[in-house]
């Protein structure tokens, strides 16, 4: 059962801005950075936000990250074709001492 | 840009053990700590647990705790991850990655997966 809640799909058209949120509590989110990994089927997860709003480099910036108290988003401005995955928040979690990831949301371009 | 190199597919009967392997290419893991996360099918993603081998400190999901083993052998700049007592329900592919951390008061923690192997499947059927 994961401890941070994430809608299961989001959708929108290409050029479209999709958000996806994510919802924690206070021993994770409020307390701890987050990160949001993008996952293709039968690919291996990419990091696209770290430290709540952070890029690595090769990471388009149409991808970015917020957060406010325990909850955070992540929002896709110009949404395109490859951007259909499913894509996870986590977090550290003080009182489990352990990451957690969300439930996960499906995108879909339509 | 360093790789992480997994071992192979394993199947493995209910109440086995499997011991699945992380290299990095052309190098050796640094200051870095390396995690592991699993996805059975149709599932999320599931944080198994990491170790920082700089401190040779292992840290390890609540649900995981006592079934799964991750460790380093510095001298072949090598990660492993055992998991004994194999059910069905992990089936699965595990994947490592490269993780950053930091220390707090509470001890450590992790924050950013940003370099992954390919996955290893792993099957459990009798």
């Known amino acids: 059962q994961s401890v941070l809640t994430q809608p299961p799909s989001a959708s929108g058209t290409p050029g479209q801005r999709v958000t996806i949120s994510c919802s924690g509590g206070?021993?994770?989110?409020?307390?701890?950075?987050v990160n949001w990994y993008q996952h293709l089927p039968g690919t291996a997860p990419r990091l696209l936000i770290y430290r709540d709003d952070e890029r690595p480099s090769g990471v388009p910036d149409r991808f970015s990250g917020s957060k406010s108290g325990t909850s955070a988003s992540l929002a896709i401005s110009g949404l395109q074709s490859e951007d259909e995955a499913d894509y996870y928040c986590?977090?550290?979690?003080?009182?489990?001492?352990?990451?957690?990831f969300g439930t996960g949301t499906k995108v879909a371009v339509l | 840009q360093v790789q992480l190199v997994q071992s192979g597919t394993e199947v493995k009967k209910p109440g086995s053990s499997v011991k699945v392997s992380c290299k990095p290419s052309g190098g050796s893991f640094n200051y870095d700590a390396i995690s592991w996360v699993r996805q059975a099918p149709g599932q999320g993603l599931e944080w198994m647990g990491g170790?920082?081998?700089?401190?040779?400190?292992?840290h390890y999901a609540h649900k995981l705790q006592g079934r799964v083993t991750i460790t380093t052998d510095v001298s072949r700049s090598t990660a492993y991850m055992e998991i004994r007592s194999l059910t069905s329900e992990d089936t699965a592919v595990y994947y490592c990655?490269?993780?950053?951390?930091?220390?707090?008061?509470?001890?450590?923690?992790?924050?950013?997966?940003?370099?992954w192997g390919q996955g290893t499947t792993v099957t459990v059927s009798s």
């Open positions: 206070g021993s994770n989110i409020g307390s701890n950075t």
């Open positions: 986590a977090a550290w979690d003080d009182s489990l001492s352990a990451r957690v």
């Open positions: 170790i920082i081998p700089l401190y040779n400190t292992a």
């Open positions: 990655a490269r993780d950053a951390y930091g220390g707090n008061t509470g001890g450590y923690y992790y924050y950013a997966m940003d370099v």
